[in-house]
Antibody
Framework: EVQLVESGGGLVQPGRSLRLSCAAS????????MHWVRQAPGKGLEWVSGISWNSGSIGYADSVKGRFTISRDNAKNSLYLQMNSLRAEDTALYYC???????WGQGTLVTVSS | SYELTQPSSVSVSPGQTARITCSGD??????ARWFQQKPGQAPVLVIY???ERPSGIPERFSGSSSGTTVTLTISGAQVEDEADYYC?????????FGGGTKLTVL
């Protein structure tokens, strides 16, 4: 059974940093690209970032480019999102998802507020 | 970048057919996916490659494509189908979700 478990969310002040993690199991992690998608409270889905199976191809939404960094550790079956210079508008539930969004985790909530 | 446009809401009675559209130029050359999201839950893939249904998704869910518009059809909608539905497509490194459609079945 595919499992994706996000962690690392919390309350953080504007301008500070946070690192999200996604622990994957139930599939061959290094066969798949992985993504982060966020959903602000009461809003729709927004793709944040994606990374290919071997980290050779990485992409970011314009809204986070230069502030967020995606990475993965295939030996640990884990996906990460380093979020710097956080803004109030980054407040959202952050999901990790596999491949072409075939499966999603339950998300971790990031709240940016003073 | 590009956009995918969905109606904000669709309403049907139980047993009726619900149709949710998604429009965008990219859909003329790229496949679309549809996701269902119930309150407090993560999204679930219900249609891929415009019209393919993953295993475990009821047959009443179907998809179609015509030009720059794709359509999710729920034939004989049930109360448990009430949810938000999002279309998605990708071109190059741009990955975009539609704004979402709230389906009400009552």
């Amino acid at each position: 059974e595919v499992q994706l478990v996000e962690s690392g969310g919390g309350l953080v002040q504007p301008g500070r940093s946070l690192r999200l993690s996604c622990a994957a199991s139930g599939f061959t992690f290094d066969d798949y690209a992985m993504h982060w998608v966020r959903q602000a409270p009461g809003k729709g889905l927004e793709w944040v970032s994606g990374i290919s199976w071997n980290s050779g191809s990485i992409g970011y939404a314009d809204s986070v480019k230069g502030r967020f960094t995606i990475s993965r550790d295939n030996a640990k079956n884990s996906l990460y999102l380093q979020m710097n210079s956080l803004r109030a508008e980054d407040t959202a539930l952050y999901y990790c998802a596999i491949g072409d969004f075939d499966y999603w985790g339950q998300g971790t909530l990031v709240t940016v507020s003073s | 970048s590009y956009e995918l446009t969905q109606p904000s809401s669709v309403s049907v009675s139980p047993g009726q057919t619900a149709r949710i559209t998604c429009s965008g130029d990219v859909l003329a050359k790229k496949y679309a996916r549809w996701f269902q999201q119930k309150p407090g839950q993560a999204p679930v893939l219900v249609i891929y490659k415009d019209s393919e249904r993953p295993s475990g998704i009821p047959e009443r869910f179907s998809g179609s494509s015509s030009g720059t518009t794709v359509t999710l059809t729920i034939s004989g909608a049930q109360v448990e189908d009430e949810a938000d539905y999002y279309c998605y497509s990708a071109a190059d490194n741009n990955k975009v979700f539609g704004g979402g459609t709230k389906l009400t079945v009552l």
